[in-house]
């Protein structure tokens, strides 16, 4: 991972906390922010009393809880819970913009950390709404946009990219270990070994703190790997050996059975958002 100059830290932090700031003093029940981060900077742990939506207009990013990660492509968001601490990690070179909406008695307030895709429709609405920024308050144009945009966030599809990630401080190392450098021959019995136990009570503990078996953890967390290099427009030839695969069509037919279509079409229809 990128490593930035100290002074450039210092400054993306304090445009962090300015905008917190604001977003924290606001009464207002939609609130629309614009941002440009480079690969390498993580925004700290945080939270909102609003619900915010996380959308990656370009670039990818890694949002981490307590709950697990969660990766926004280009092309989508995630919906984060009001006062759900989070950190946001800039895997690439990223514009996100950030809609916050009061938690209020409709779906979105109840709603757990969701990636979704964003829809043609939503992707103008926040554009709009960002350049409106400065419109006077009650604004009849401005109005109807954050009440369209907000009716549009509840219908957004939601997509399967959530990482469980466990809470147990070894099985966490060997987990970041596996993304750093993915492989479908990592196999079972070599992660139990490395935490000495037998396969059977490796089998129940990364379960019970995933929620996942391992060959699903292992699959889901082999695509996430693979999601920033495709957005890099690396070639999926590389990145299927990259992520272990002996062939374009194994690695093809386990991205089609996530996501519903072929690495190329994905991030092509997700880039043309």
């Known amino acids: 991972m990128k490593t930035l100059p100290q002074q450039q830290l210092d400054a993306l932090h304090a445009h962090h906390r300015l905008r ?3 977003i924290a003093r606001s009464d207002s029940d939609v609130l629309v922010h614009t941002s440009d981060n480079p690969a390498g900077y993580t925004i700290p742990l945080h939270s ?3 619900v915010q939506l996380l959308c ?3 670039g990818v990013v890694l949002v981490q809880t307590e709950r697990g990660c969660w990766m926004i492509p280009p092309g989508h968001a995630l919906l984060i819970p009001a006062q759900l601490q989070h950190s946001v990690e800039m895997l690439s070179d990223v514009s996100v913009k ?3 909406l009061l938690p209020s008695h409709d779906d979105l307030a109840e709603r757990m950390l969701q990636v979704l895709g964003v829809t043609e429709l939503a992707r103008a609405l926040i554009a709009e709404a960002i350049r409106l920024h400065d419109t006077p308050p009650g ?3 401005i109005e109807l946009v954050l009440e369209l945009l907000r009716a549009e966030i509840a219908a957004l599809p939601v997509q399967p990219l959530g990482l469980p990630f466990p809470a147990d401080k070894r ?3 060997l987990c970041r270990a596996y993304m750093a450098a993915p492989s479908v021959t990592e196999r079972l019995d070599d992660w139990a070994a490395k935490l ?3 396969r059977r009570t490796f089998t129940r503990f990364f379960q019970r703190e995933t929620g996942l078996s391992f060959v699903a953890w292992r699959q889901q967390a082999s695509l996430f790997a693979c999601l920033p290099r495709l957005a890099e427009g690396a070639p999926v030839t590389r990145i299927a050996m990259l992520a272990g695969y ?9 991205f089609r059975r996530r996501l519903g279509t072929t690495p190329r079409s994905y991030m092509r229809a997700a880039l043309a958002r």
């Not at 002996?246 to 386990?254: C, R």
């Open 246 to 254: 002996d062939n374009v069509a194994a690695f093809t037919t386990m």
């Open 139 to 141: 604004t009849r144009k």
């Open 48 to 50: 909102h009393r609003h």
């Open 171 to 173: 099985l966490a190392a």
């Open 196 to 198: 000495a136990m037998s």
């Open 56 to 58: 990656a207009f370009s």
């Open 20 to 22: 917190h700031g604001w």
């Open 98 to 100: 950030s809609v916050y």
